[in-house]
């Protein structure tokens, strides 16, 4: 009778530990649905669901107050009772149209997004699902609210709010992946990162140093790679995917694998991607200024000029990359959890189309121009405990080592010298992040960084046809980076209405580096700059009902120098050469946004942003002198000495727009379009357009969902940027812009328009096929050097298990 009763106690234990794990799916398509958020703030938990739309919210028992969000869904609000008298299933209906959200970005930690006075999107993963990106730089697009730059097939540089490059920031799991050779000219580090192993995306607008630190000026880039998941009952838990994919413009073919393993306490995920992309064919209607009618190829020994068959093939753009990730998890209980990740990404050697147009003596100016293999690793531990001390509810220790490696390789036409340039980089950083609730009212985050980056650069100049080597200049000088930051952000809710948020940041950063002298007369070898910065925000939201939210946010950002800043030799344009500059100090952003949202009846949603940024002390290309000499001899070339400066001011102000609709039979629209305009000093105290600003784009889009069918039909466009609207920098380009009647540069308008969808062919298998750019455009996004992909057909197919 005892071992009966004891039997019958511990069967009803688990039934109750069973009745605990909720399942939530599609109401439609009746799909468990992966990354759910279920939140309360009383007590304090937060849990994401699994591959099966499970999660174990036993520790939300007794709560009043449960809200359960995912992207593109209904928020739910329920009380654990509610849940568990629906046995704890739930599902939830898709919907365009929402003014709530789980964001990240703000502080690091989970908030609601109605809480943050930032501008944040954050792109769903059943939209990078539906538009199959190539890259993380094209999935970037997929917001609507990036543009995205290209000087070749094999990279992509984001413009946001007419900022790019170093003066935006990559945060991969917390971790910033700016390093110390981050340029100011066109940056492809982006493609590093595996779009099937990202599981969410976000970008914040504006400044964000309080939280990032040195170059979150114009915003940042949060990517959360995919999480282990543990398995919810005594049985181990496995699930996966395998992907392929075909792409008619560049012949791509991809392929994916990955794979879950779970236990109570341990769980391993694997992922592994590899890309293969032939030369990128552009379209037929449009500018004859984009074709290529020639290209390079070594044959023997001379460079041999051929006829390109089809000019409408960008030769040579072609590459193929692989990327690995491996995920280890071990949570020993509710309090800790353990996160180790290791990433790497690796491409072929690839060409830098733009240089490839360019002409010299009515021939082309290089017999090659490539950037070698661009590899990247990290290894970043994640340590997670929650408990309720005076100190903290919940910190996150992040100890992370990264290794950077990029090179070029160029050699003039018919030259037997090819000059060789490699950079590595380490880079090492620790986080610390606390945060804690004080009071009903006020919640406290708080943390501090410190990142070391050291760079090695070497050169190399080799003779091909004698086969012979000899050291060269190296691009940058050895040199080692830090940064030393605390930070704090206190988020005050006034009412249910009113919340404030506002942070204090202060940052030290210091430079040392050795310069070879051998090669130039630089009248110093070396240079040290230790400074520091101060940078804040204060912010407000006002919500008066659930369809309308108002929310305002005053926001300072900084660039400290680096070793790009500071210590390159390059070729900025023919006839120019940019020597270092030791005698830099940061630059600073001021800005202010203001945006209001509104809901009308659950139909339709329009979301308006006016902002403006001043830039201080802008590092900016000047002529320079080197030991009084205006001119140096540099790669064979007499060359007009020029430095990067604090030497400019810069504004840009902008409006970002969107709407949502929600239309009858499971169809809906909505629309992204982006305006801005910036202006930057010029030497002689006049005014140039800003280059990174670039001109008005957009999507808007029409979809479709209906059961196991997905369909959008939607248009991505530019507006012309004229002769007089490019910056003057840009004007001398005619390699890459098309020319006007006056024979002048500038960059005309287009739009693509393109259809995708989806179909769930089974339970497991989901098949997806595509037309991008349907009438065949022959276009150039602003200031890149390589065309658009012309009509292009993919097909794609996943089998989940």
């Given at each position: 009778m005892k071992k009966l009763f004891l039997l019958c106690l511990l069967m009803g234990v688990v039934c109750i530990a069973q009745a605990q794990i909720i399942t939530i799916k599609d109401q439609q398509t009746d799909e468990p649905l992966e990354l759910a958020t279920i939140q309360s703030d009383?007590?304090?938990?937060?849990?994401?669901?699994?591959?099966?739309?499970?999660?174990?919210?036993?520790?939300?028992?007794?709560?009043?107050?449960?809200?359960?969000?995912?992207?593109?869904?209904?928020?739910?609000?329920?009380?654990?009772?509610?849940?568990?008298?629906?046995?704890?299933?739930?599902?939830?209906?898709?919907?365009?149209?929402?003014?709530?959200?789980?964001?990240?970005?703000?502080?690091?930690?989970?908030?609601?997004?109605?809480?943050?006075?930032?501008?944040?999107?954050?792109?769903?993963?059943?939209?990078?699902?539906?538009?199959?990106?190539?890259?993380?730089?094209?999935?970037?697009?997929?917001?609507?609210?990036?543009?995205?730059?290209?000087?070749?097939?094999?990279?992509?540089?984001?413009?946001?709010?007419?900022?790019?490059?170093?003066?935006?920031?990559?945060?991969?799991?917390?971790?910033?992946?700016?390093?110390?050779?981050?340029?100011?000219?066109?940056?492809?580090?982006?493609?590093?990162?595996?779009?099937?192993?990202?599981?969410?995306?976000?970008?914040?607008?504006?400044?964000?140093?309080?939280?990032?630190?040195?170059?979150?000026?114009?915003?940042?880039?949060?990517?959360?790679?995919?999480?282990?998941?543990?398995?919810?009952?005594?049985?181990?838990?496995?699930?996966?995917?395998?992907?392929?994919?075909?792409?008619?413009?560049?012949?791509?073919?991809?392929g994916h694998f990955d794979i879950n393993v779970g236990w109570k306490k341990w769980a391993f995920a694997t992922s592994f991607s590899a890309n293969d992309y032939d030369h990128l064919k552009q379209g037929s209607n449009g500018p004859d200024d984009y074709l290529m009618p020639y290209y390079v190829e070594r044959r023997g020994d001379a460079d041999v000029v051929i006829e390109n068959d089809d000019p409408r093939v960008q030769i040579p753009s072609g590459y193929d990359q692989y990327n690995i990730t491996q995920k280890v998890r071990f949570q020993p209980n509710k309090h800790w959890d353990f996160q180790y990740g290791f990433h790497y990404s690796e491409t072929s050697e690839y060409g830098r189309y733009d240089r490839h147009n360019r002409m010299r003596n009515d021939l082309p100016r290089y017999g090659e121009w490539s950037y070698g293999p661009q590899k990247w690793m990290m290894n970043n531990l994640n340590i997670t405990h929650t408990a309720q001390t005076g100190m903290f509810d919940e910190v996150v220790l992040r100890l992370a080592q990264q290794s950077f490696e990029e090179s070029r390789m160029d050699r003039s036409l018919n030259s037997a010298e090819r000059a060789v340039r490699v950079e590595e980089v380490e880079a090492y950083s620790v986080n610390l992040d606390f945060t804690k609730n004080l009071a009903s009212r006020h919640t406290f985050y708080y943390g501090l960084e410190v990142v070391t980056n050291d760079v090695t650069s070497t050169g190399t100049d080799e003779d091909i046809v004698a086969g012979t080597s000899v050291p060269g200049p190296s691009r940058y000088p050895q040199a080692v980076w830090n940064s030393y930051a605390l930070y704090a952000t206190d988020q005050y809710r006034a009412s249910e209405q009113l919340t404030f948020q506002a942070g204090l940041r202060y940052n030290l950063y210091s430079l040392d580096a050795e310069f070879d002298t051998s090669f130039y007369p630089f009248p110093f070898s070396e240079a040290e700059s230790d400074n520091a910065a101060l940078t804040g925000s204060l912010g407000a939201?006002?919500?008066?009902?659930?369809?309308?939210?108002?929310?305002?946010?005053?926001?300072?950002?900084?660039?400290?120098?680096?070793?790009?800043?500071?210590?390159?030799v390059f070729d900025s344009e023919p006839g120019a050469v940019v020597v270092p500059n030791p005698d830099l100090d940061a630059e600073y952003a001021y800005n202010i946004d203001l945006s209001v949202a509104k809901v009308f009846g659950d139909m339709l949603k329009i979301d308006v942003t006016g902002y403006h940024t001043w830039l201080e002390n802008a590092m900016v290309r000047r002529d320079y002198t080197l030991n009084g000499q205006t001119e140096i001899m540099y790669d064979g070339e007499m060359s007009r000495v020029q430095a990067i400066q604090n030497a400019a001011i810069a504004k840009v102000y902008g409006l970002q727009f969107g709407l949502e609709l929600k239309l009858p039979a499971g169809f809906s629209f909505t629309t992204d379009y982006n305006f801005q305009h910036g202006e930057e000093e010029l030497d002689d105290g006049a005014t140039s357009p800003s280059r990174h600003a670039a001109p008005s784009f957009g999507v808007s889009r029409l979809n479709f969902k209906q059961s196991k069918l997905t369909l959008q039909l939607y248009a991505n466009y530019q507006s012309e940027a004229s002769s007089d609207d490019l910056p003057e920098s840009e004007k001398g380009k005619t390699e890459i812009y098309a020319l006007d009647g006056n024979g002048n540069a500038y960059a005309p308008s287009w739009y693509t328009l393109n259809l995708k969808g989806q179909y769930l062919v089974a339970p497991y298998l989901t098949v997806g096929a595509g037309i991008e750019n349907i009438t065949d455009q022959r276009y150039r996004p602003y200031s890149s050097g390589i065309s658009g992909a012309g009509r292009n057909f993919i097909v794609s197919v996943k089998a989940t298990f």
């Amino acid at each position: 009778m005892k071992k009966l009763f004891l039997l019958c106690l511990l069967m009803g234990v688990v039934c109750i530990a069973q009745a605990q794990i909720i399942t939530i799916k599609d109401q439609q398509t009746d799909e468990p649905l992966e990354l759910a958020t279920i939140q309360s703030d009383s007590p304090r938990a937060f849990v994401v669901t699994n591959a099966k739309g499970n999660a174990d919210i036993s520790v939300f028992e007794g709560a009043t107050k449960i809200q359960v969000r995912m992207l593109g869904y209904e928020t739910k609000s329920l009380s654990f009772a509610d849940l568990q008298s629906g046995d704890f299933k739930l599902q939830m209906l898709a919907s365009s149209v929402s003014l709530d959200n789980v964001v990240v970005s703000a502080t690091k930690w989970n908030q609601n997004s109605y809480e943050v006075p930032t501008k944040i999107t954050s792109i769903a993963p059943r939209d990078i699902a539906l538009q199959n990106p190539q890259t993380a730089a094209d999935l970037l697009t997929v917001s609507g609210k990036v543009f995205m730059q290209k000087s070749q097939q094999g990279g992509g540089s984001p413009m946001i709010r007419g900022f790019a490059t170093n003066r935006l920031l990559y945060s991969i799991d917390g971790v910033r992946m700016n390093t110390a050779i981050f340029r100011a000219g066109n940056i492809q580090n982006v493609i590093s990162l595996d779009p099937f192993a990202i599981e969410h995306t976000e970008v914040l607008f504006g400044p964000g140093s309080v939280i990032y630190g040195s170059d979150a000026i114009g915003g940042v880039m949060s990517f959360k790679t995919i999480t282990p998941q543990l398995s919810l009952t005594d049985k181990p838990v496995v699930s996966g995917n395998v992907f392929g994919r075909y792409s008619s413009a560049n012949n791509e073919k991809t392929g994916h694998f990955d794979i879950n393993v779970g236990w109570k306490k341990w769980a391993f995920a694997t992922s592994f991607s590899a890309n293969d992309y032939d030369h990128l064919k552009q379209g037929s209607n449009g500018p004859d200024d984009y074709l290529m009618p020639y290209y390079v190829e070594r044959r023997g020994d001379a460079d041999v000029v051929i006829e390109n068959d089809d000019p409408r093939v960008q030769i040579p753009s072609g590459y193929d990359q692989y990327n690995i990730t491996q995920k280890v998890r071990f949570q020993p209980n509710k309090h800790w959890d353990f996160q180790y990740g290791f990433h790497y990404s690796e491409t072929s050697e690839y060409g830098r189309y733009d240089r490839h147009n360019r002409m010299r003596n009515d021939l082309p100016r290089y017999g090659e121009w490539s950037y070698g293999p661009q590899k990247w690793m990290m290894n970043n531990l994640n340590i997670t405990h929650t408990a309720q001390t005076g100190m903290f509810d919940e910190v996150v220790l992040r100890l992370a080592q990264q290794s950077f490696e990029e090179s070029r390789m160029d050699r003039s036409l018919n030259s037997a010298e090819r000059a060789v340039r490699v950079e590595e980089v380490e880079a090492y950083s620790v986080n610390l992040d606390f945060t804690k609730n004080l009071a009903s009212r006020h919640t406290f985050y708080y943390g501090l960084e410190v990142v070391t980056n050291d760079v090695t650069s070497t050169g190399t100049d080799e003779d091909i046809v004698a086969g012979t080597s000899v050291p060269g200049p190296s691009r940058y000088p050895q040199a080692v980076w830090n940064s030393y930051a605390l930070y704090a952000t206190d988020q005050y809710r006034a009412s249910e209405q009113l919340t404030f948020q506002a942070g204090l940041r202060y940052n030290l950063y210091s430079l040392d580096a050795e310069f070879d002298t051998s090669f130039y007369p630089f009248p110093f070898s070396e240079a040290e700059s230790d400074n520091a910065a101060l940078t804040g925000s204060l912010g407000a939201v006002y919500r008066p009902s659930q369809d309308w939210v108002f929310s305002t946010n005053l926001s300072t950002g900084f660039r400290a120098p680096n070793v790009d800043d500071m210590g390159k030799v390059f070729d900025s344009e023919p006839g120019a050469v940019v020597v270092p500059n030791p005698d830099l100090d940061a630059e600073y952003a001021y800005n202010i946004d203001l945006s209001v949202a509104k809901v009308f009846g659950d139909m339709l949603k329009i979301d308006v942003t006016g902002y403006h940024t001043w830039l201080e002390n802008a590092m900016v290309r000047r002529d320079y002198t080197l030991n009084g000499q205006t001119e140096i001899m540099y790669d064979g070339e007499m060359s007009r000495v020029q430095a990067i400066q604090n030497a400019a001011i810069a504004k840009v102000y902008g409006l970002q727009f969107g709407l949502e609709l929600k239309l009858p039979a499971g169809f809906s629209f909505t629309t992204d379009y982006n305006f801005q305009h910036g202006e930057e000093e010029l030497d002689d105290g006049a005014t140039s357009p800003s280059r990174h600003a670039a001109p008005s784009f957009g999507v808007s889009r029409l979809n479709f969902k209906q059961s196991k069918l997905t369909l959008q039909l939607y248009a991505n466009y530019q507006s012309e940027a004229s002769s007089d609207d490019l910056p003057e920098s840009e004007k001398g380009k005619t390699e890459i812009y098309a020319l006007d009647g006056n024979g002048n540069a500038y960059a005309p308008s287009w739009y693509t328009l393109n259809l995708k969808g989806q179909y769930l062919v089974a339970p497991y298998l989901t098949v997806g096929a595509g037309i991008e750019n349907i009438t065949d455009q022959r276009y150039r996004p602003y200031s890149s050097g390589i065309s658009g992909a012309g009509r292009n057909f993919i097909v794609s197919v996943k089998a989940t298990f």
